[in-house]
């Protein structure tokens, strides 16, 4: 592994200064399941790791009137233990337990899985969906930035030197809104995600939708939104025809590439796929009568 | 020997000896042994899939004062041709040396060039950088097709085609042609009412052991050098290092450690040599580990396969001639397992027309290793599939096809031996009958099935067992323990003394400390180690009956010896095994048994495997659904480890057929050199694997034993393949069945 | 420079030098002395390495040695007590639900967890659970058998 000083601070402000100071490339470490294996690779550079989890709120999730807090450096095992988060955001939990095994999910956290911006992310998608925003903060202060705006590209995110992801924040979403995440791997777990939906709904008392965040992911440099499919579905009930026009949107919005875990003809049609089934999901769980 | 009979031991399912250490952490694997004084080995690999090495500078390398030596291809004293024909030598150790560390050319990615020990292993990673290579980068030939091709770059300038029917007049990339044949095939096709013709393909797959090859070493110019390290076979990797190094094989001890998994690919040696050379150089003792993608990259995988089978039958199912051309991928140097495919691809057959032409073809990948029941699975693969496809077309329950053509007893094979007794019938009547062939197919779900034939071997195995005065024991074996052979090894002795099985202490010797032992590999270990374990117990019986006769003054005639007890004839007197070992002192000495043998008879295991599939249609996504694994074990001395052989095998098999494959770039650089994307089955991929042990004995074997480590590899395959085929209404020719290679099927038919 | 670092393994207080770059794995392995853990990948990818880390179940190999300064980790050595082995390492052995045994320390260590945050699970959630445990002998049959058995036993007995 590369070289690396490692720091623990126990405050926001003593890991911002930390970061701003840095020398070296300076690396967050959160769970360590992205950030361990790439300083694993050939010639990776020597690193200044600031480790957050000793800093307070980073690993907690907590509710207020608005809506969620969110700790980034919270682990996938704890989050996905909240029942009390999992009633209100199905799928976001289900898209954080799909990240790895058992083990990984002992270490990974929300915040490391969008900080580390790879294109087939599970969060990214789920998080997307339901509106989330980052409050990162740095030494010129406190900015909010939308989920789909702080990736920029692949493995990239907006953060300068110095700023730090201090915060995801979920509003509480309005009655009959539900969310689903699904991803498609050849295996049944461990794999990374060759194509993956994420749908939040809103549906009203007689099934019609009145809005709806659909994001695809692995399917382009970085999850994106499917407006065409959104706008396919508001107003209307679920159908089968309304979720053939929302898969062919999904596919038609994907721009992926051929790799050793997927064609792009492969991605293209699954991803449609997903996105007509998760669909259908988060409709159920929206009380559609279907 | 053959009738069942009634075994106080045997049949049961004991706790493994070695079990207590491996399930708390206390079994020393290969990497897990550190020497005081300990410095640590790394290898330079090649960045390129096939070049010329124009300069090799390990100077910068050498002088660095972390460094304490480097090695390199010249530090191989000169191979003599004459010396290493004798002994257990092999023809390829002039090819086993060159990929230990490449010679003038580099042949594959991830070729080992060569190796610094320094004091950590951070220091001789930082080492490799300074050493100078510079190459002449040539084209990578990474497929068959492109192997074979006019015009094709060539790996080695004097390869020339052994076995073609002319001798070859120019070099090329196919190492060896050979042709097997029995009756006549075209007057077999002639008498042909019906005939399957198709081609197939399977990728390069790795054993997936899940303990990377590492080895810790001592070289010692005053008595034997040490080497530590998890083989399935510690005397080749003496005899192969003693070679390359111009050894005496005293002047080396290996000491097998437990090993994580070996299913034939750690029966060469890849770090052993390497280590030795550098404690040597260094004058201290040296690790060495492989990381997972090393291992990948630069250990031996089992061979890609094309294979063209063509078979003709009569309306009635009677198959009347089958033919086949094969081409497996040996990797950089010459040795696929193409003549033991070419062996097993028919062999279930009782067909009186047969004509089988393999070929072995080197590409710019590493070299190929053994994998359980080397060749079968790509070969038999076709067959089952094209026996199945014909089943399809005559309308005839596959089961009911193989029943009529079964090789049984008698039956001729195409290499040479006829069958002795043989259990594929009663497999087949098993697998009629089990719950899974019974039970009503879900729907929307496909079915398969399929048999599998492998040989197995019989070989050299060294045993003795020690009696202490007590009673108690130990037996000195030779035999890697890659599954429980411990265990079986306890019971066989048990049987025939007559005690308890816990009493006697089974100990995988070193090289020094017992006679020389076959690698374990080729379903040889139960049978042949097993059987010179129990001459070496009748040994001992033979021994306490003289001792009882000198302790009562009769004859040794006047004495039999039963369940542990030794009687006196002549009287109502009686002595157990620990009475007499207790008065060994006074009778002439301790009591040990011996037996060093070269095991003949082995039996053949066939196999026949149940699969239900579903495919999810928008996906391409297979799941298992259930499976049914029936092989012959001839008698299954510990059951639990008989069927875990052939869940074992079959799960291997089920991801060779559904998802494993190695992915290369166009520059011949493997894309997936690690378990995340080279997809082995998880557990939650798998339902249950149901097991049913057929037993029908192998006269050559004092308790009917045949070995059963490989055959269950066989039919999944084909098994899995023909239960997608039939799940998604399509022919199924290529392996693996992934789900963009399915849905693409899936979506052309519309 | 090598860091200081003090943790708890298996309810021992241990202390250890090692470079921030060297994993946990390595510093169980290499430094402390306990071999039990397994590398299989170095990845995370397999499962071998697995450890309790303050409760939680992570692979050893994704973990920094100085992050354990001040933690628990618990390893396959603490799993027996003395010569006592626990219902799990029983049941591993009647069940034959290892060959080679190098998956089984961190299978063990899995299951234990497993069972400890749910204490009744079904086969398949056995199976999901254990999903990053990779081993290539078995074909998981005979372990997730172990598993259930040992489930039971330990419901009843507790």
């Known amino acids: 592994m590369a070289a690396l000083t490692y720091h623990a601070p126990n405050s926001i402000d003593d890991a911002i200064k930390i970061l701003a100071d840095a020398s070296l490339p300076p690396k967050v470490l959160s769970g360590g399941t992205d950030l361990i294996i790439q300083m694993q690779r050939p010639k990776a550079p020597e690193a200044l790791v600031v480790d957050v989890k000793k800093i307070p709120g980073m690993r907690d999730a907590e509710w207020s009137e608005d809506g969620l807090t969110l700790g980034p450096a919270m682990s996938c095992a704890e989050f996905t233990k909240r029942q009390d988060i999992k009633s209100i955001f199905p799928g976001l939990v289900e898209a954080a337990y799909l990240i790895g095994s058992t083990q990984v999910q002992g270490r990974a956290s929300l915040g490391g899985n969008l900080c580390n911006a790879s294109p087939a992310a599970d969060t990214i998608p789920a998080l997307i969906a339901n509106r989330a925003i980052c409050v990162i903060q740095g030494p010129s202060g406190t900015r909010v930035v939308p989920v789909e705006a702080f990736v920029t590209g692949v493995g990239k995110n907006c953060l300068e030197q110095g700023e730090l992801l201090a915060a995801l924040t979920l509003a509480r979403p309005e009655p009959g809104t539900a969310d689903a995440y699904l991803r498609f791997i050849p295996r049944t777990e461990m794999d990374i995600a060759v194509a993956g939906a994420a749908v939040s709904l809103t549906l009203d008392s007689r099934g019609v939708c009145r809005n709806a965040r659909i994001a695809i992911g692995a399917v382009a440099p970085t999850a994106i939104l499917v407006p065409v499919a959104e706008d396919i579905l508001v107003g209307e009930t679920i159908s089968d025809e309304v979720l053939a026009g929302v898969a062919q949107a999904a596919s038609d919005a994907a721009s992926p590439i051929s790799d050793r875990r997927g064609t792009v003809e492969f991605r293209r049609h699954v991803v449609g796929v997903l996105t007509k089934r998760a669909t259908l999901i988060a409709a159920e769980r929206a009380g559609a009568q279907l | ?577 620990a009475e007499i070992c207790a008065k060994a002192e006074k009778t002439g000495g301790q009591i040990t048994g011996r037996a060093n043998i070269n095991a003949r008879g082995a039996g053949p295991s066939f196999a026949v495997h149940l699969c239900d599939v579903q495919v999810d249609p928008e996906t391409g996504k297979t799941d298992v659904l259930r499976y049914t694994a029936i092989q012959d074990a001839g008698k299954a001395i510990h059951p639990s480890y008989v069927e875990g052989q052939f869940q074992g095998g079959a799960v291997q098999g089920i991801g060779w057929a559904l998802n494993e494959e190695y992915v290369y770039s166009a520059d011949g650089v493997m894309e997936n050199a690690g378990f995340l994307d080279y997809r082995i089955p998880l557990a939650s991929d798998l339902p249950e694997i149901e097991t049913i042990i057929v037993e029908v004995p192998n006269s050559f074997h004092p308790f009917g034993v045949r070995g059963v480590g490989e055959t269950g590899i066989v039919p999944p395959l084909a098994a899995v393949g023909t239960a997608v085929s039939d799940a998604i209404g399509l022919p199924i020719t290529s392996l693996p069945c992934s789900p963009p290679k399915l849905l693409e099927l899936i979506m052309k038919r519309g | 420079m090598k860091t200081h670092v003090s943790t708890v393994v298996n309810g021992d207080a241990v202390e250890f030098l090692c470079s921030p770059s060297d994993t946990l794995l390595h510093a169980l392995r290499n430094e402390i002395g306990l071999t039990g853990t397994k590398e299989g990948c170095g990845s995370g990818d397999c499962g071998a390495c697995s450890v309790m880390l303050d409760g939680a179940l992570v692979c050893s190999c994704l973990v920094l040695g100085v992050e354990a300064q001040g933690s628990q980790v618990e390893t396959i050595e603490g799993i027996a007590h003395q010569d006592k082995l626990h219902v799990i390492q029983e049941k591993f052995l009647e069940h034959a639900a290892l060959q080679c045994g190098i998956c089984t320390p961190g299978l063990i260590v899995s299951t234990k967890a497993l069972l400890e945050e749910n204490p009744a699970p079904t086969e398949e959630e056995a199976r999901y659970y254990l999903a990053g445990n990779l081993c290539r002998c078995t074909g998981y049959d005979k372990i997730i058998k172990a598993v259930m058995d040992a489930a039971d036993v330990m419901r009843q007995g507790a």
Request: hydrophobic fraction near 40%.
């Open chain 2, 1 to 577: 020997m053959s009738e069942a009979r009634e075994y106080q031991h045997i049949g049961q399912r004991t706790i493994r000896p070695d079990g207590f250490d491996k399930v708390t952490g206390k079994a020393n694997y290969g990497a897990d042994l550190s020497i005081p004084g300990m410095i640590w080995g790394a290898i330079l690999r090649s960045p390129h899939a096939h070049a010329k090495i124009t300069s090799l500078d390990v100077s910068e390398a050498e002088a660095h004062p972390d460094v304490f030596a480097v090695a390199t291809y010249q530090d191989f004293p000169s191979v003599n041709a004459e010396a290493v024909a004798a002994g257990t030598a092999r023809k390829d150790l002039f090819d086993t040396a060159a990929n230990v560390l490449a010679d003038t050319k580099v042949l594959y990615h991830g070729h080992a060039i060569a190796a610094v020990a320094a004091r950590t292993e951070a220091a001789a990673q930082a080492a490799l950088e300074l050493i100078q290579v510079a190459y002449e980068v040539l084209d990578p030939v990474l497929t068959i097709d492109a192997a074979i091709k006019d015009g094709a770059a060539l790996l080695h300038d004097n390869m020339m085609t052994q076995g073609l029917l002319e001798p070859a007049s120019a070099a090329s990339n196919i190492a060896a042609r050979m042709e097997l044949k029995k009756g006549d095939i075209d007057l077999g096709f002639e008498a042909a009412d019906i005939i399957v013709e198709r081609s197939y393909e399977t990728p390069t797959v790795h054993q997936g052991y899940i303990e990377p090859h590492a080895t810790t070493v001592r070289f010692d110019d005053n008595g034997p050098s040490m080497i530590w390290c998890p083989t399935q076979g510690h005397f080749d990797v003496r005899a192969r290092v003693a070679q390359l190094l111009n050894m005496e094989l005293g002047q080396i001890k290996v000491v097998a450690s437990e090993i994580g998994g070996g299913f034939g690919g750690k029966t060469t040696v890849y770090l052993e040599p390497v280590a030795l050379i550098l404690s040597k150089k260094s004058g201290r003792p040296v690790k060495m580990t492989m990381s997972r993608e090393d291992v990948f990259r630069a250990s031996g995988p089992a061979s890609a396969s094309q294979s063209k089978v063509k078979i003709g039958a009569k309306s009635d199912g009677t198959i009347t001639a089958m033919q086949a051309s094969l081409h497996y991928e040996a990797g950089a140097f010459k040795g696929s397992p193409m003549g033991p495919g070419c062996m097993t691809i028919f062999t279930p057959y009782d067909v009186e027309n047969m004509y089988v032409e393999g070929f072995d073809v080197v590409v710019n990948k590493p070299k190929a290793a053994a994998y359980r029941a080397p060749g079968a699975p790509q070969a038999e693969f076709a067959a089952e599939m094209a026996v199945n496809e014909l089943a399809s077309k005559l309308g005839m329950d596959p089961i009911d096809l193989r029943l009529k053509n079964a090789a049984k007893e008698g039956t001729q094979t195409i290499y040479g031996p006829k069958l002795k007794t043989v259990g594929l019938e009663a497999c087949l009547l098993a697998a009629k009958s089990s719950p899974h062939y019974q039970s009503t197919l879900q729907e929307n779900a496909g079915r398969g099935l399929a048999a599998g034939f492998w040989f197995n071997i019989g070989g050299q195995s060294s045993v003795m067992i020690h009696l202490n005065p007590d009673g108690t024991g130990s037996i000195i074996e030779g035999s890697p323990d890659i599954g429980g052979s411990r265990a079986s090894m306890q019971m066989m002795a048990a049987e025939v003394l007559g005690v308890s099985p816990s009493t006697l202490n089974p100990i995988v010797a070193d090289t020094e400390h017992v006679a020389y032992n076959q690698t374990t590999g080729g379903s040889r270990t139960t049978f042949a180690t097993g059987m010179a374990v129990i001459e070496a117990a009748e040994d001992i019986v033979d021994q306490l009956k003289a001792r009882a006769a000198e302790l009562w003054n009769v004859t040794p005639e006047q004495v039999d010896y039963k369940n542990g007890v030794a009687y006196n004839l002549s009287s109502d007197e009686r002595l157990s095994l």
